[in-house]
């Protein structure tokens, strides 16, 4: 079964610093990769999602993740962040023509001082 | 508005009750999920559904069970079998052959 691992549990920044969260996944074959979200008393959302093509993805809110296939990660970016930034981020796998279940890593707590 | 509501989104209960938290979804999503969430665990899959009136076990069955007798509705019942219950229940949905995941607001269940 896959596996992953977000090995920051929490990271502190002051605003403009830049932001790198670690994800790494067991899996030999083909997956699919997601960022997700959860903003203090909202739902998780989608920050954004890799299937195939260009490495390196965008997605809201000026993030932005590359997929390295040789080193099984796939690290969430972002140059310059903001206090409403503050929010646990959840890095997760799934395995292309599965029954579409998601693995969850155990979510990076991010705290962004103003 | 579509969307997943989850109802309550706090729940108090005594050990040894049974207790079904709702989960209704509008988005004419075919698949449909629970997991739990715990602090620093990240979410785990309690159950999923494909399609109506089939489900299969994820990686934490143990201790709760599921019906899937319309299209738009999940519940999941915690019995007092899971001995661990207390948690923050989150439901999803998917739509056919997507991999991405639409989460509804969470049920926050508390046991004592």
């Known amino acids: 079964a896959q596996s992953v691992s977000q090995h920051n549990h929490h990271v502190i920044l002051s605003e403009a610093a830049s932001l790198e969260l670690g994800c790494n996944y067991s899996?030999?074959?083909?997956?699919?990769l997601f960022w997700y979200v959860q903003y203090p008393g909202q739902h998780l959302q989608l920050l954004l999602k890799y299937f195939s093509g260009d490495p390196l993805v965008k997605g809201i809110k000026g993030f932005e993740a590359e997929f390295i296939k040789s080193k099984f990660s796939f690290n969430l970016r972002k140059p310059s962040v903001q206090w409403s930034d503050t929010a646990e981020y959840f890095c997760a796998v799934s395995i292309s023509g599965s029954a579409r279940q998601l693995t969850f890593g155990s979510g990076t707590q991010l705290t962004v001082l103003p | 508005d579509g969307g997943i509501t989850q109802s309550p989104k706090y729940l108090f209960r005594k050990e040894g009750q049974n207790v079904t938290l709702s989960c209704e979804q509008n988005l004419n999503h075919d698949a449909m999920y629970w997991y739990r969430q715990d602090p620093g665990q990240g979410l785990r899959l309690i159950y999923y559904?494909?399609?109506?009136?089939?489900?299969q076990k994820g990686d934490i069955a143990e201790g709760y069970s599921v019906s899937r007798e319309k299209k738009e509705s999940f519940p999941l019942t915690v019995t007092s079998a899971q001995k661990n219950p207390t948690a923050f229940y989150l439901c999803?949905?998917?739509?056919?052959?997507?991999?991405?995941?639409?989460f509804g607001p969470g049920t926050r269940l508390t046991v004592t």
């Open positions: 899996y030999g074959g083909t997956v699919n």
């Open positions: 999803a949905s998917s739509i056919p052959g997507a991999y991405e995941q639409y």
């Open positions: 559904s494909q399609i109506v009136n089939d489900f």
